[in-house]
């Protein structure tokens, strides 16, 4: 996700991120010593090490999630197919876990343990100091006076934790821009298959939560205003400007029986 709204936000700027610059994967926890040792210009990634990187003097943040794409998804829960057919009270069972645990480090309640926990070695391995769950110092943020608010820990509310199908769609248009993927010309049955909205809403519904099963289908709007919807994915793709050569090919899909 990071890689792809790092070059969304470059193109955006017309900066094409398969020429005019070099993006390399590194450790989250090594960017800090990188960025310090002149060895990379910049990076994105998720908190600590950018309030860390900010506290040190080290750099700043130029910008926020919420200024590229307020309330982009970040992790996700993915299982094989093949496991969630000869399992799926366990793949029900899973998601209910995953959803009491979003709802209590939503809770400010609880923020100082989940520091704690999240600074311990086997974790993040650095000082609570630099771990947020709320709004930073401000002064951390950015250039400006009045830098914009950070938005980086969504854990637990409506539209929050349901998987989206415009969401899964907008990632494979991004990983056809680049050349990752050839774009699937079943698109819509290769989306039905990968984002199983059923198991969510039955896990939700299990622990009273039907509330965060409504939904209602709407555009993406990111901060260049371009708005993403997913009605014609493939006229989106042709009206970019800065992109890699675009395929498109029809996917394979096989029927994974239950075993017996």
Partial sequence: MHNLLLRYWLAAGGIDPEKDVSITTIPPAQMIANLQAGNIDGYCVGEPWNIRAAVEGIGYTIATDLE???GHPGKVLGVRED???AYPNTHVALVKALLEACRYCADENNQEEIREILSRREYLSTEMEYIYLGNPDQYVCGLQSSPQEYAHHQFFGAGVNRPS???HL???TQMARWGEIPFPRNWVEVLERVCQVSVF???ARELGMADLTSYTRR???LFDHANFSADDPIAYLNSLN???DIYMAEVAIN???RPA
């Fill in 68 to 70: 590229v794409w307020n």
């Fill in 83 to 85: 496991w969630a057919r």
């Fill in 165 to 167: 199908r415009t969401e």
């Fill in 170 to 172: 907008w990632l494979m």
């Fill in 201 to 203: 809403s039955t896990a």
């Fill in 219 to 221: 555009s993406i709007d």
């Fill in 242 to 244: 800065i992109k890699h």
């Fill in 255 to 257: 029927i994974t029986k």
